[in-house]
């Protein structure tokens, strides 16, 4: 049985983690959800608020660390070709980022269409939020709108320092 790092991981001390380039795709567009990307672009992360009929073709332009998220009410009829849309945009954009990836079904459907097979649990951000390794790259995983208001904060506080101890491929 593989156990998460979280108690055992510290920085060194008077470590200040460099950030680097993460990709946020986030599957859910629940009002607590909004909530918790507003506060991740109070930090000045750039977001992308996109309708379900905008995700197919959409370019992302911002090079850096990015969150995409689906805005707007959702036809639940409509879940599969948003998750698909959401994975097809994610293989278009991901170059070496980073992944932070919300929803289960879009989590799933992201790595496969990305060609990972198997997450290394390094340690968990919340409860219910996993940073894990694949192929050299941090991809942090969690159950739609799941933690507190701060949930995409502590996870990109969290890559960050974990950058520092994992190269990306």
Do not use: C, W
């Amino acid at each position: 049985t593989r156990r998460l790092a979280s108690e055992s991981f510290a920085p060194p001390a008077g470590a200040v983690p460099d950030r680097r380039e993460t990709l946020f795709i986030l599957g859910t567009a629940s009002a607590a959800a909004q909530r918790q990307v507003d506060r991740l672009e109070e930090t000045g992360i750039r977001v992308h608020r996109l309708h379900p009929e905008q995700i197919d073709g959409f370019s992302l332009e911002h090079h850096g660390t990015v969150a995409v998220t689906v805005d707007g009410p959702v036809d639940p009829s409509n879940s599969e070709s948003i998750i698909t849309g959401l994975a097809h945009l994610a293989m278009r954009h991901h170059a070496d980022r980073h992944l932070v990836l919300s929803g289960g079904e879009t989590a799933r459907t992201v790595l496969g269409v990305l060609g990972f097979s198997e997450l290394v649990p390094l340690k968990q951000a919340h409860a219910g939020a996993v940073v894990s390794e694949a192929d050299g790259r941090l991809i942090a995983t969690r159950p739609g709108s799941y933690g507190p208001p701060t949930s995409l904060i502590d996870i990109l506080t969290t890559i960050d320092l974990l950058q520092n101890t994992t190269r990306k491929a």
